[in-house]
Nanobody
Framework: VQLQASGGGLVQTGSSLRLSCTFSGRTFSTYVMGWFRQAPAKERQLVSGIRWIRGSTYTADSVKGRFTISRDDAEKTVCLHMNSLSPEDTAVYYC??????????????????WGQGTQVTVSS
């Protein structure tokens, strides 16, 4: 399994960006997909995640109402739609995957497949 992320860039406050992650492998539907971010001198945090079962999602409080995650199982992609960006959203964003476990919250999955990071910089 390999993940390829794209879509980062330099934008102004209030702008929107869409990050995309392409999954290479046969069993996309058995994975929970997530987007993490890591800002300088801060720990990596799960921003949003989505599972195949019922398409349920998780979104961190810090981005709730602004960021939306979606997945296309036919195209094996997961996207993070980011609106109303602020400088606090500046970070390297990573997509990640974890084998889906029934009954386990998205946040509790062990994300052990990682794509390369994509930089998002929001200027004030």
């Amino acid at each position: 399994v390999q993940l390829q992320a794209s879509g980062g860039g330099l934008v102004q406050t209030g702008s929107s960006l869409r990050l995309s992650c392409t999954f290479s492998g046969r069993t996309f539907s058995t994975y929970v997909m997530g987007w993490f971010r890591q800002a300088p001198a801060k720990e990596r945090q799960l921003v949003s995640g989505i599972r195949w079962i019922r398409g349920s999602t998780y979104t961190a409080d810090s981005v709730k109402g602004r960021f939306t995650i979606s997945r296309d199982d036919a195209e094996k992609t997961v996207c993070l739609h980011m609106n109303s960006l602020s400088p606090e959203d500046t970070a390297v964003y990573y997509c990640a995957a974890a084998k889906e476990r029934n009954g386990v919250a998205i946040r509790s999955h062990n994300f052990d497949v990682w794509g390369q990071g994509t930089q998002v910089t929001v200027s004030s």
